[in-house]
């Protein structure tokens, strides 16, 4: 039984649930290792500075995690003079469904970073299990080119928290998307906040 189920079983009514979800997401949100956050602004800032572009993908709910960066990077910062700039590979209906149809799902991610990742970029793979093939199979190809590649990942991090140059992990129990899913969106408003309130300084 996960956390989850437990919390659930104990609870008699939507309101001791809810109390024992949100004290249980403050457990997970602990696990956060600050200095991986630390190391991750480091990594967008870098790129910011010399002009690099940042490629966010996820899958699911980790899609729309991936959207969310990028509109918090791009437009969330104000910083048009000297931008972050972010996009996220899932957005592109189009380019998704051709590749998808055309060459298999699992290659959703790496054939868009072949036609547009250059040197000096950024690769963000967002994921709870960590094990997507189309995440494995972009931060593969990311690795093999020398660029940069960051795993947001939950569980027990799977296979990203292997092969990621970096590594930001919030443990949690194996299928509690609920918790893991989350806590990257913190982890995104927290990131997104604070390059808000830099960018704002720099003026």
């Known amino acids: ?7 659930f079983s104990q609870s008699e ?19 956060f290792n600050i200095e991986d956050i630390s190391a991750f602004v480091k990594i967008l800032l870098e790129a910011r500075e010399c002009d690099a572009q940042i490629f966010f993908m996820g899958n699911g709910g980790s899609a729309t995690t991936a959207c969310h960066f990028a509109n918090d990077l791009v437009i969330g910062t104000r910083s048009w003079s000297k931008p972050f700039r972010a996009m996220s590979l899932t957005d ?26 250059k040197k000096g970029d950024a690769v963000v793979a967002i994921s709870a299990s960590g094990n997507s093939r189309n995440l494995v199979r972009a931060l593969e190809y ?20 292997q092969i ?6 919030v443990p949690s129990n194996k299928g509690e998307y609920g918790p893991a899913e989350d806590a990257h969106m913190v982890l995104n408003h927290l990131v997104g906040t604070y390059l808000n309130r830099l960018v704002a300084s720099e003026k």
Do not use: C, P, W
């Open 13 to 31: 009514n939507v309101g001791a649930f809810a109390t024992g979800y949100l004290s249980y997401l403050n457990q997970v949100l602990a696990g």
């Open 142 to 161: 990311a690795n093999s080119k020398g660029v940069t590649t960051v795993g947001i990942t939950s569980f027990d991090g799977g296979q990203l928290r």
């Open 92 to 117: 592109n209906q189009a380019i998704v469904t051709a590749i998808s149809n055309d060459d298999g799902y699992e290659n959703i991610f790496v054939m868009q970073l072949q036609a547009l990742m």
């Open 164 to 169: 990621a140059k970096l590594k930001v992990h």
């Open 1 to 7: 039984m996960n956390e989850l189920d437990k919390i």
